[in-house]
């Protein structure tokens, strides 16, 4: 589902228009990723967490050369998966998309 489709799919279910929902979900996007700059995780009881974590420096490989390099340490955004959202999709009968 890309962005187009999820704002059909809300906009249906909450009897609102697309444009208002485009600008509700732009606007938690936003909102999140402003929290997320902070260094606040960002907790939706039930779906998730998003928070911010650091991932060390490592040695790695250019896979085209064998060549050793220095991967640099960097913060990165990781989701924890909420425990009813965990409890639907392992429940679920729905076949499993291949990634794109």
Same mark, same amino acid.
């Given at each position: 589902?890309?962005?187009a489709e999820l704002i059909e %799919?809300?906009? @249906? $279910?909450? +009897?609102?228009? $697309?444009a208002q929902t485009a600008a509700m979900l +732009? %606007?938690?996007?936003?909102t999140?990723?402003?929290?997320? @700059?902070k260094m606040d995780a960002v907790q939706?009881?039930?779906?998730?967490?998003?928070?911010v974590t650091e991932r060390a420096g490592r040695e790695g490989r250019n896979p085209a050369? &064998? /060549?050793t390099i220095t991967i640099p340490a960097k913060k990165v955004v990781k989701f924890k998966? &909420? /425990?009813?959202? %965990? +409890?639907?999709?392992?429940n679920?009968?729905? $076949?499993? =998309? /291949? =990634?794109?």
């Open positions: 589902m890309n962005k %799919a809300v906009a @249906t $279910k909450t +009897d609102s228009t $697309k +732009d %606007a938690l996007m936003a999140v990723q402003e929290a997320l @700059t939706l009881v039930g779906f998730g967490t998003f928070a050369t &064998g /060549k998966v &909420g /425990k009813s959202m %965990a +409890d639907a999709v392992a679920s009968k729905a $076949k499993v =998309a /291949k =990634a794109r």
